[in-house]
Protein backbone atom coordinates (compact mmCIF):
# COMPACT_ATOMS: atom_id res chain seq x y z
CA UNK A 1 0.00 0.00 0.00
CA UNK A 2 2.68 2.54 1.12
CA UNK A 3 5.36 2.24 -1.61
CA UNK A 4 8.21 4.52 -0.27
CA UNK A 5 11.50 3.32 -0.01
CA UNK A 6 12.91 4.68 3.21
CA UNK A 7 9.80 4.07 5.18
CA UNK A 8 10.33 6.02 8.54
CA UNK A 9 8.09 5.20 11.25
CA UNK A 10 5.58 8.36 11.96
CA UNK A 11 7.43 8.88 15.01
CA UNK A 12 11.24 9.12 13.34
CA UNK A 13 9.71 11.62 11.06
CA UNK A 14 8.22 14.15 13.51
CA UNK A 15 11.74 14.00 15.37
CA UNK A 16 13.47 14.83 12.39
CA UNK A 17 10.78 17.44 11.08
CA UNK A 18 11.47 18.78 14.50
CA UNK A 19 15.11 19.42 14.19
CA UNK A 20 15.12 21.03 10.57
CA UNK A 21 12.70 23.06 11.88
CA UNK A 22 15.13 24.34 14.30
CA UNK A 23 17.56 24.68 12.23
CA UNK A 24 15.76 26.30 9.44
CA UNK A 25 15.01 28.54 12.03
CA UNK A 26 18.42 29.43 13.21
CA UNK A 27 18.95 30.25 9.20
CA UNK A 28 16.07 32.18 8.67
CA UNK A 29 16.44 34.44 11.67
CA UNK A 30 20.35 34.83 10.59
CA UNK A 31 19.27 36.54 7.39
CA UNK A 32 16.48 38.66 9.85
CA UNK A 33 13.85 37.32 7.43
CA UNK A 34 10.81 39.04 8.40
CA UNK A 35 7.14 40.27 6.99
CA UNK A 36 4.55 43.24 7.34
CA UNK A 37 0.90 42.99 7.15
CA UNK A 38 -2.21 44.80 8.55
CA UNK A 39 -4.39 44.50 11.06
CA UNK A 40 -7.99 46.39 11.79
CA UNK A 41 -7.77 47.76 15.01
CA UNK A 42 -10.85 46.79 17.43
CA UNK A 43 -10.68 50.25 18.93
CA UNK A 44 -10.17 52.57 16.27
CA UNK A 45 -11.27 50.70 12.96
CA UNK A 46 -8.15 51.74 11.70
CA UNK A 47 -5.36 50.02 9.73
CA UNK A 48 -2.68 48.98 12.07
CA UNK A 49 0.90 47.89 10.82
CA UNK A 50 2.13 44.25 12.20
CA UNK A 51 5.89 43.27 11.50
CA UNK A 52 6.73 39.47 12.27
CA UNK A 53 9.96 38.06 12.11
CA UNK A 54 11.90 34.21 12.38
CA UNK A 55 12.22 33.67 16.13
CA UNK A 56 15.70 31.64 16.56
CA UNK A 57 15.38 28.40 18.13
CA UNK A 58 19.03 26.79 17.22
CA UNK A 59 20.36 29.40 20.33
CA UNK A 60 19.99 28.94 24.17
CA UNK A 61 16.82 30.57 24.26
CA UNK A 62 15.49 28.49 22.11
CA UNK A 63 16.61 25.70 23.56
CA UNK A 64 15.44 26.62 26.97
CA UNK A 65 11.80 27.26 25.38
CA UNK A 66 11.83 23.99 23.87
CA UNK A 67 13.04 22.11 26.92
CA UNK A 68 10.65 24.25 29.35
CA UNK A 69 7.41 23.40 27.56
CA UNK A 70 7.52 20.10 25.87
CA UNK A 71 5.55 18.61 28.23
CA UNK A 72 2.66 21.18 28.97
CA UNK A 73 2.31 21.33 25.02
CA UNK A 74 2.05 17.88 25.32
CA UNK A 75 -0.93 18.14 28.05
CA UNK A 76 -2.36 21.05 26.17
CA UNK A 77 -1.89 19.17 22.90
CA UNK A 78 -5.68 19.50 21.64
CA UNK A 79 -6.01 16.40 20.14
CA UNK A 80 -5.12 14.26 23.35
CA UNK A 81 -7.83 14.80 25.80
CA UNK A 82 -10.39 14.81 23.25
CA UNK A 83 -9.03 11.18 22.48
CA UNK A 84 -9.02 9.93 25.13
CA UNK A 85 -12.14 11.17 26.39
CA UNK A 86 -14.00 9.64 23.39
CA UNK A 87 -12.84 6.59 22.73
CA UNK A 88 -13.94 5.63 26.55
CA UNK A 89 -17.37 6.27 24.75
CA UNK A 90 -16.40 4.27 21.57
CA UNK A 91 -15.00 1.50 23.44
CA UNK A 92 -18.50 0.53 25.20
CA UNK A 93 -20.20 0.96 21.74
CA UNK A 94 -17.80 -1.17 20.11
CA UNK A 95 -17.34 -4.10 23.52
CA UNK A 96 -20.93 -4.38 24.33
CA UNK A 97 -21.46 -5.66 20.39
CA UNK A 98 -23.55 -2.71 19.47
CA UNK A 99 -22.00 -1.40 16.62
CA UNK A 100 -21.18 -4.81 15.45
CA UNK A 101 -24.98 -5.52 15.36
CA UNK A 102 -26.05 -1.65 14.43
CA UNK A 103 -23.42 -1.92 10.80
CA UNK A 104 -24.07 -5.31 10.09
CA UNK A 105 -27.63 -4.69 9.74
CA UNK A 106 -26.89 -1.43 8.06
CA UNK A 107 -24.71 -3.19 5.65
CA UNK A 108 -25.57 -6.10 4.83
CA UNK A 109 -28.49 -5.44 2.34
CA UNK A 110 -27.00 -1.91 1.42
CA UNK A 111 -24.75 -1.39 -1.64
CA UNK A 112 -21.39 -0.33 -0.60
CA UNK A 113 -21.50 2.50 -2.66
CA UNK A 114 -24.39 3.85 -0.62
CA UNK A 115 -22.86 3.03 2.88
CA UNK A 116 -19.75 4.74 1.58
CA UNK A 117 -21.74 8.27 0.57
CA UNK A 118 -23.53 8.12 3.85
CA UNK A 119 -20.23 7.84 5.69
CA UNK A 120 -18.44 10.94 4.00
CA UNK A 121 -21.81 12.65 3.89
CA UNK A 122 -22.49 12.33 7.43
CA UNK A 123 -18.31 13.24 7.60
CA UNK A 124 -18.97 16.43 5.66
CA UNK A 125 -21.64 17.47 8.19
CA UNK A 126 -19.84 16.68 11.38
CA UNK A 127 -17.29 19.57 10.25
CA UNK A 128 -20.45 21.67 11.77
CA UNK A 129 -18.86 20.35 15.18
CA UNK A 130 -15.53 21.54 15.03
CA UNK A 131 -12.59 19.03 15.19
CA UNK A 132 -14.55 16.79 17.25
CA UNK A 133 -15.35 14.65 14.30
CA UNK A 134 -11.46 13.58 13.57
CA UNK A 135 -12.07 11.83 17.12
CA UNK A 136 -15.34 10.48 16.88
CA UNK A 137 -15.99 9.55 12.94
CA UNK A 138 -12.25 7.88 12.29
CA UNK A 139 -12.88 4.81 14.68
CA UNK A 140 -16.37 4.52 13.42
CA UNK A 141 -15.54 4.76 9.93
CA UNK A 142 -13.02 2.04 10.66
CA UNK A 143 -16.00 0.29 12.76
CA UNK A 144 -18.64 0.51 9.64
CA UNK A 145 -16.02 -0.79 6.95
CA UNK A 146 -14.60 -3.77 9.16
CA UNK A 147 -18.08 -4.84 10.20
CA UNK A 148 -19.00 -4.24 6.47
CA UNK A 149 -16.53 -6.96 5.79
CA UNK A 150 -14.31 -4.28 4.29
CA UNK A 151 -11.06 -2.99 4.69
CA UNK A 152 -11.24 -0.75 7.31
CA UNK A 153 -8.39 1.54 5.98
CA UNK A 154 -10.74 2.50 3.24
CA UNK A 155 -13.22 3.87 6.48
CA UNK A 156 -10.72 5.60 7.99
CA UNK A 157 -9.30 7.57 4.64
CA UNK A 158 -12.46 8.36 3.04
CA UNK A 159 -13.88 10.02 6.45
CA UNK A 160 -10.25 11.82 7.03
CA UNK A 161 -10.74 13.20 3.73
CA UNK A 162 -14.63 14.35 3.87
CA UNK A 163 -13.43 16.13 7.50
CA UNK A 164 -10.35 17.77 6.87
CA UNK A 165 -11.19 18.53 2.58
CA UNK A 166 -14.68 19.50 3.55
CA UNK A 167 -14.33 21.69 6.90
CA UNK A 168 -14.79 24.59 5.06
CA UNK A 169 -18.42 22.98 3.60
CA UNK A 170 -20.54 24.42 6.67
CA UNK A 171 -24.17 25.28 5.60
CA UNK A 172 -24.80 26.49 8.60
CA UNK A 173 -22.57 29.11 10.79
CA UNK A 174 -19.89 27.54 12.65
CA UNK A 175 -17.96 29.10 15.55
CA UNK A 176 -15.22 29.07 13.11
CA UNK A 177 -17.11 30.81 10.38
CA UNK A 178 -18.72 33.32 13.42
CA UNK A 179 -14.87 34.23 13.90
CA UNK A 180 -13.89 34.72 10.62
CA UNK A 181 -16.86 36.85 9.87
CA UNK A 182 -15.74 38.94 12.65
CA UNK A 183 -13.03 39.79 10.53
CA UNK A 184 -14.28 40.18 7.85
CA UNK A 185 -17.38 43.06 8.83
CA UNK A 186 -14.05 44.82 10.29
CA UNK A 187 -12.13 44.75 6.73
CA UNK A 188 -15.36 45.86 4.72
CA UNK A 189 -16.22 48.39 6.90
CA UNK A 190 -12.89 49.97 6.01
CA UNK A 191 -14.60 50.74 2.60
CA UNK A 192 -18.33 50.49 3.65
CA UNK A 193 -18.83 51.63 7.58
CA UNK A 194 -22.45 50.57 6.99
CA UNK A 195 -21.70 46.74 5.90
CA UNK A 196 -23.44 44.35 7.54
CA UNK A 197 -23.71 40.45 6.54
CA UNK A 198 -26.49 37.92 7.78
CA UNK A 199 -25.92 34.73 8.77
CA UNK A 200 -26.71 32.31 6.17
CA UNK A 201 -24.71 34.49 3.16
CA UNK A 202 -23.39 31.29 2.00
CA UNK A 203 -26.27 28.62 2.27
CA UNK A 204 -26.71 28.42 -1.25
CA UNK A 205 -23.39 27.72 -2.61
CA UNK A 206 -22.66 25.15 0.47
CA UNK A 207 -25.90 23.20 -0.04
CA UNK A 208 -24.32 22.79 -3.87
CA UNK A 209 -21.10 21.76 -2.62
CA UNK A 210 -22.12 19.63 -0.13
CA UNK A 211 -24.10 17.57 -2.18
CA UNK A 212 -21.50 17.54 -4.94
CA UNK A 213 -18.57 17.03 -2.79
CA UNK A 214 -20.17 13.89 -0.80
CA UNK A 215 -20.88 12.27 -4.47
CA UNK A 216 -17.57 12.89 -6.40
CA UNK A 217 -15.82 11.85 -2.79
CA UNK A 218 -17.60 8.30 -3.04
CA UNK A 219 -16.70 7.69 -6.66
CA UNK A 220 -12.57 8.49 -5.35
CA UNK A 221 -13.21 6.55 -2.34
CA UNK A 222 -14.86 3.09 -4.62
CA UNK A 223 -12.67 3.86 -7.66
CA UNK A 224 -9.63 5.04 -6.52
CA UNK A 225 -8.89 4.32 -2.91
CA UNK A 226 -10.27 0.63 -2.52
CA UNK A 227 -8.78 -1.15 -5.12
CA UNK A 228 -5.19 0.13 -4.24
CA UNK A 229 -5.70 -1.50 -0.32
CA UNK A 230 -5.06 -5.15 0.00
CA UNK A 231 -8.51 -7.22 0.55
CA UNK A 232 -9.10 -8.77 3.42
CA UNK A 233 -10.15 -12.33 4.09
CA UNK A 234 -13.01 -12.52 7.89
CA UNK A 235 -12.25 -15.59 9.38
CA UNK A 236 -14.95 -15.25 11.56
CA UNK A 237 -18.20 -16.30 10.96
CA UNK A 238 -20.57 -13.82 9.43
CA UNK A 239 -22.53 -11.81 12.33
CA UNK A 240 -26.20 -12.92 12.86
CA UNK A 241 -29.02 -10.81 13.99
CA UNK A 242 -31.10 -12.27 16.27
CA UNK A 243 -34.52 -10.48 18.46
CA UNK A 244 -32.50 -10.13 21.81
CA UNK A 245 -29.71 -7.47 19.30
CA UNK A 246 -33.07 -6.26 17.62
CA UNK A 247 -34.37 -4.99 20.80
CA UNK A 248 -30.95 -4.18 22.18
CA UNK A 249 -30.37 -1.61 19.23
CA UNK A 250 -33.96 -0.45 20.20
CA UNK A 251 -33.56 -0.04 23.71
CA UNK A 252 -30.00 1.60 23.13
CA UNK A 253 -31.15 3.93 20.23
CA UNK A 254 -33.94 4.72 22.49
CA UNK A 255 -32.23 5.94 25.16
CA UNK A 256 -29.90 7.92 22.96
CA UNK A 257 -32.51 9.70 21.41
CA UNK A 258 -34.23 10.56 24.95
CA UNK A 259 -30.82 12.05 26.21
CA UNK A 260 -30.00 13.99 23.14
CA UNK A 261 -33.53 15.50 23.13
CA UNK A 262 -32.75 16.53 26.93
CA UNK A 263 -29.59 18.22 25.48
CA UNK A 264 -30.83 19.62 22.97
CA UNK A 265 -33.97 21.37 24.99
CA UNK A 266 -30.72 22.72 27.08
CA UNK A 267 -29.33 24.63 24.15
CA UNK A 268 -32.54 26.47 23.49
CA UNK A 269 -33.17 30.02 24.69
CA UNK A 270 -36.14 31.31 25.96
CA UNK A 271 -38.12 27.83 27.10
CA UNK A 272 -38.99 27.04 30.99
CA UNK A 273 -35.82 25.64 32.52
CA UNK A 274 -33.97 25.46 29.24
CA UNK A 275 -30.85 27.49 27.49
CA UNK A 276 -28.89 25.78 30.83
CA UNK A 277 -26.28 25.04 28.73
CA UNK A 278 -25.81 28.46 26.66
CA UNK A 279 -23.57 31.12 27.09
CA UNK A 280 -25.78 33.51 27.58
CA UNK A 281 -23.71 37.30 27.40
CA UNK A 282 -23.06 36.40 23.89
CA UNK A 283 -25.05 38.00 20.99
CA UNK A 284 -24.95 35.41 18.26
CA UNK A 285 -26.86 32.50 18.92
CA UNK A 286 -23.81 30.38 17.57
CA UNK A 287 -21.45 31.87 19.99
CA UNK A 288 -24.49 30.85 22.54
CA UNK A 289 -23.60 27.66 22.21
CA UNK A 290 -20.24 27.28 20.62
CA UNK A 291 -18.45 30.23 22.07
CA UNK A 292 -15.29 30.30 24.72
CA UNK A 293 -17.65 30.53 27.65
CA UNK A 294 -20.68 28.27 26.38
CA UNK A 295 -21.02 25.48 28.82
CA UNK A 296 -22.38 23.30 25.84
CA UNK A 297 -19.02 23.69 24.24
CA UNK A 298 -16.59 23.04 27.37
CA UNK A 299 -18.57 20.11 28.12
CA UNK A 300 -19.16 19.10 24.56
CA UNK A 301 -16.62 16.13 24.03
CA UNK A 302 -17.96 14.56 27.75
CA UNK A 303 -21.62 15.09 26.34
CA UNK A 304 -20.85 12.82 23.16
CA UNK A 305 -18.66 10.24 25.43
CA UNK A 306 -22.05 9.84 27.81
CA UNK A 307 -24.18 9.40 24.68
CA UNK A 308 -21.75 6.98 23.22
CA UNK A 309 -21.95 4.97 26.97
CA UNK A 310 -25.86 5.29 27.28
CA UNK A 311 -26.23 3.94 24.04
CA UNK A 312 -23.57 0.80 24.48
CA UNK A 313 -25.37 0.04 28.01
CA UNK A 314 -28.60 0.36 27.11
CA UNK A 315 -27.69 -2.34 24.41
CA UNK A 316 -25.33 -4.41 26.25
CA UNK A 317 -28.07 -5.01 29.57
CA UNK A 318 -31.07 -5.43 26.91
CA UNK A 319 -28.56 -7.70 24.88
CA UNK A 320 -26.88 -9.78 27.75
CA UNK A 321 -23.64 -8.94 26.48
CA UNK A 322 -22.90 -6.76 29.41
CA UNK A 323 -24.14 -8.36 32.77
CA UNK A 324 -22.01 -7.18 35.67
CA UNK A 325 -20.07 -4.71 36.62
CA UNK A 326 -16.42 -6.03 36.07
CA UNK A 327 -17.91 -6.03 32.17
CA UNK A 328 -18.93 -2.16 32.81
CA UNK A 329 -15.17 -1.67 33.54
CA UNK A 330 -14.17 -3.50 30.97
CA UNK A 331 -16.53 -1.84 28.46
CA UNK A 332 -15.28 1.61 29.26
CA UNK A 333 -11.16 0.96 29.27
CA UNK A 334 -11.91 -1.46 25.70
CA UNK A 335 -11.05 1.02 23.14
CA UNK A 336 -7.81 2.16 25.43
CA UNK A 337 -6.27 -1.11 25.15
CA UNK A 338 -2.48 -0.65 23.27
CA UNK A 339 -2.99 2.96 23.60
CA UNK A 340 0.62 3.32 24.08
CA UNK A 341 1.96 3.89 20.70
CA UNK A 342 -0.52 6.51 19.83
CA UNK A 343 0.48 8.67 23.13
CA UNK A 344 3.82 8.55 22.15
CA UNK A 345 2.93 9.72 18.04
CA UNK A 346 0.95 12.23 20.08
CA UNK A 347 4.05 13.41 21.85
CA UNK A 348 6.47 13.86 19.09
CA UNK A 349 3.67 15.01 16.58
CA UNK A 350 2.92 18.02 19.47
CA UNK A 351 6.74 18.74 19.85
CA UNK A 352 6.91 19.71 16.35
CA UNK A 353 4.00 21.32 15.96
CA UNK A 354 5.33 23.82 19.31
CA UNK A 355 8.65 24.38 18.20
CA UNK A 356 7.63 25.20 14.29
CA UNK A 357 4.59 27.66 15.93
CA UNK A 358 6.99 28.85 18.31
CA UNK A 359 9.49 29.96 15.40
CA UNK A 360 6.83 31.94 13.44
CA UNK A 361 7.70 30.85 9.89
CA UNK A 362 4.38 29.59 9.55
CA UNK A 363 3.03 33.59 10.24
CA UNK A 364 5.56 35.05 8.20
CA UNK A 365 4.88 32.85 5.14
CA UNK A 366 1.05 34.10 5.98
CA UNK A 367 2.07 37.49 6.07
CA UNK A 368 4.01 37.32 2.54
CA UNK A 369 1.11 35.74 1.06
CA UNK A 370 -1.11 38.33 2.03
CA UNK A 371 1.15 40.73 0.58
CA UNK A 372 1.27 38.94 -2.58
CA UNK A 373 -2.82 38.91 -2.87
CA UNK A 374 -2.62 42.31 -1.80
CA UNK A 375 -0.41 43.26 -4.65
CA UNK A 376 -2.51 41.87 -7.26
CA UNK A 377 -3.40 44.05 -10.08
CA UNK A 378 -6.19 42.29 -11.29
CA UNK A 379 -9.71 41.62 -10.93
CA UNK A 380 -12.59 39.32 -11.53
CA UNK A 381 -12.08 35.36 -12.22
CA UNK A 382 -8.07 35.98 -12.22
CA UNK A 383 -8.37 37.87 -9.10
CA UNK A 384 -10.34 34.84 -7.46
CA UNK A 385 -8.37 32.02 -8.74
CA UNK A 386 -5.12 33.44 -7.75
CA UNK A 387 -6.03 33.88 -4.04
CA UNK A 388 -7.39 30.91 -3.69
CA UNK A 389 -4.67 29.10 -5.00
CA UNK A 390 -2.28 31.28 -2.73
CA UNK A 391 -4.73 30.58 0.32
CA UNK A 392 -4.11 26.80 -0.37
CA UNK A 393 -0.41 27.06 -0.88
CA UNK A 394 -0.20 29.34 2.68
CA UNK A 395 -2.19 26.66 4.17
CA UNK A 396 0.80 23.58 3.80
CA UNK A 397 3.13 26.07 5.98
CA UNK A 398 0.22 27.47 8.66
CA UNK A 399 -2.94 25.67 8.99
CA UNK A 400 -5.06 27.71 11.68
CA UNK A 401 -7.56 28.65 10.25
CA UNK A 402 -8.57 32.54 12.32
CA UNK A 403 -4.77 33.32 12.49
CA UNK A 404 -4.22 33.34 8.71
CA UNK A 405 -7.46 35.06 7.81
CA UNK A 406 -6.69 37.64 11.20
CA UNK A 407 -3.61 38.78 8.92
CA UNK A 408 -4.76 38.10 5.13
CA UNK A 409 -8.24 39.61 5.48
CA UNK A 410 -7.50 43.16 6.30
CA UNK A 411 -5.84 43.31 2.21
CA UNK A 412 -7.60 40.41 0.91
CA UNK A 413 -11.33 42.07 1.56
CA UNK A 414 -10.75 45.65 0.33
CA UNK A 415 -9.26 44.26 -2.69
CA UNK A 416 -12.11 42.20 -3.78
CA UNK A 417 -14.23 45.20 -2.85
CA UNK A 418 -12.25 47.62 -4.75
CA UNK A 419 -12.90 44.55 -7.75
CA UNK A 420 -16.56 44.40 -7.25
CA UNK A 421 -16.81 41.47 -5.23
CA UNK A 422 -18.91 41.03 -2.08
CA UNK A 423 -16.85 40.61 1.35
CA UNK A 424 -19.12 36.93 1.66
CA UNK A 425 -17.60 36.25 -1.37
CA UNK A 426 -13.90 36.75 -0.42
CA UNK A 427 -14.48 34.58 2.89
CA UNK A 428 -15.57 32.03 0.48
CA UNK A 429 -12.86 32.08 -1.31
CA UNK A 430 -10.46 32.00 1.86
CA UNK A 431 -12.50 29.11 3.25
CA UNK A 432 -12.10 27.16 0.65
CA UNK A 433 -8.41 27.60 -0.16
CA UNK A 434 -7.92 27.04 3.23
CA UNK A 435 -9.64 23.56 3.08
CA UNK A 436 -8.17 22.45 -0.15
CA UNK A 437 -4.66 21.51 1.56
CA UNK A 438 -6.06 20.83 4.89
CA UNK A 439 -5.36 16.98 5.06
CA UNK A 440 -1.81 16.85 3.73
CA UNK A 441 0.39 18.68 5.59
CA UNK A 442 1.66 17.18 9.08
CA UNK A 443 1.29 20.19 10.90
CA UNK A 444 -2.44 19.78 10.86
CA UNK A 445 -3.01 18.71 14.27
CA UNK A 446 -5.61 15.97 13.61
CA UNK A 447 -3.21 14.34 10.36
CA UNK A 448 -1.84 12.58 13.87
CA UNK A 449 -5.17 10.72 14.59
CA UNK A 450 -5.55 9.98 10.79
CA UNK A 451 -2.12 8.23 10.89
CA UNK A 452 -2.26 6.38 14.41
CA UNK A 453 -5.75 4.84 13.18
CA UNK A 454 -4.29 3.81 9.85
CA UNK A 455 -1.58 1.96 11.63
CA UNK A 456 -4.01 0.18 14.14
CA UNK A 457 -6.03 -1.06 11.26
CA UNK A 458 -2.90 -1.92 8.82
CA UNK A 459 -2.35 -5.84 8.07
CA UNK A 460 0.47 -5.83 6.13
CA UNK A 461 4.26 -5.92 6.22
CA UNK A 462 4.44 -2.52 5.12
CA UNK A 463 4.84 1.07 7.08
CA UNK A 464 2.11 3.30 8.09
CA UNK A 465 4.03 6.45 7.08
CA UNK A 466 3.41 10.49 7.53
CA UNK A 467 4.50 11.49 3.69
CA UNK A 468 2.93 7.89 2.71
CA UNK A 469 -0.41 8.53 4.52
CA UNK A 470 -0.93 12.06 2.60
CA UNK A 471 -0.31 10.35 -0.55
CA UNK A 472 -3.45 8.13 -0.31
CA UNK A 473 -5.28 11.08 0.20
CA UNK A 474 -4.08 13.51 -2.25
CA UNK A 475 -6.66 12.55 -4.87
CA UNK A 476 -9.41 13.77 -2.35
CA UNK A 477 -7.55 17.40 -2.75
CA UNK A 478 -6.90 17.44 -5.89
CA UNK A 479 -10.61 16.48 -6.82
CA UNK A 480 -11.80 19.21 -4.28
CA UNK A 481 -9.59 21.96 -5.57
CA UNK A 482 -11.20 21.46 -8.78
CA UNK A 483 -14.81 21.16 -7.16
CA UNK A 484 -13.80 24.42 -5.53
CA UNK A 485 -12.64 25.93 -8.64
CA UNK A 486 -15.45 25.29 -10.77
CA UNK A 487 -18.40 26.12 -8.54
CA UNK A 488 -16.67 29.23 -7.58
CA UNK A 489 -15.89 30.64 -10.42
CA UNK A 490 -19.32 29.54 -12.49
CA UNK A 491 -21.11 31.03 -9.32
CA UNK A 492 -19.22 34.08 -9.67
CA UNK A 493 -19.76 34.31 -13.71
CA UNK A 494 -23.44 33.69 -13.41
CA UNK A 495 -24.14 36.27 -10.66
CA UNK A 496 -26.47 33.73 -8.71
CA UNK A 497 -26.72 34.25 -4.81
CA UNK A 498 -24.49 32.78 -2.81
CA UNK A 499 -27.07 32.44 0.16
CA UNK A 500 -29.79 35.15 1.55
CA UNK A 501 -29.23 38.15 0.72
CA UNK A 502 -25.88 37.59 -0.33
CA UNK A 503 -24.29 37.95 -3.95
CA UNK A 504 -20.72 37.33 -5.43
CA UNK A 505 -20.44 40.93 -7.12
CA UNK A 506 -21.54 43.81 -5.44
CA UNK A 507 -20.56 47.51 -6.41
CA UNK A 508 -19.68 49.64 -3.78
CA UNK A 509 -19.18 53.46 -3.65
CA UNK A 510 -19.95 55.64 -6.50
Known sequence: MFKSKKKLSPIVTFILLTVIVIILSGFLSLLKIQAEYTTVSKVTNELVNNVVEVKNLFSLSGFKHIFTTAVSGFINYEPLPILIIVLIGIGVLEKSGFLEAFFTILTKHTKKNTVTFLLIFISLLFSLLGNIGF???????????????????????????????????????????SSLLTFTLKAARLIDVNYKIGTFFALFIMIMMLIVTAIIFTIITEKKIMPKLPRIEY???????????LRGIIVGLGLGL???????????????????????????????????????NQGFV???????????????????????SKEVSESLAYSLDGVGYILVLMFFS??????????????????????IIG?????????????????????????????????MSASMVPLFM??????????????????????????????????AILEKYNKSE????????????LPYSIYIAIIWLVIIVGWYMIGLPIGIGAYPSVIFGG
Open 350 to 371: SLFINVYQESNIGEVITAFSST
Open 462 to 473: NVVTVFGSARLI
Open 418 to 451: NASISPEFAQIVYSAGDAITNGITPLFIYFVIFI
Open 258 to 296: LYTLIIIYMIIPGLPLSGALLDTSATKYIDMVFGVKSLF
Open 375 to 407: SLNITGTMLIVLSLVIIAITNIFCTNTITKWTI
Open 135 to 177: VVMLPIGALLFKYGRRNPQGGVIATFASLAFGSSINIFLTATD
Open 235 to 245: EEKEFVITNRH
Open 302 to 324: FIVTVLFAIIGFGYGFMAKTIRH
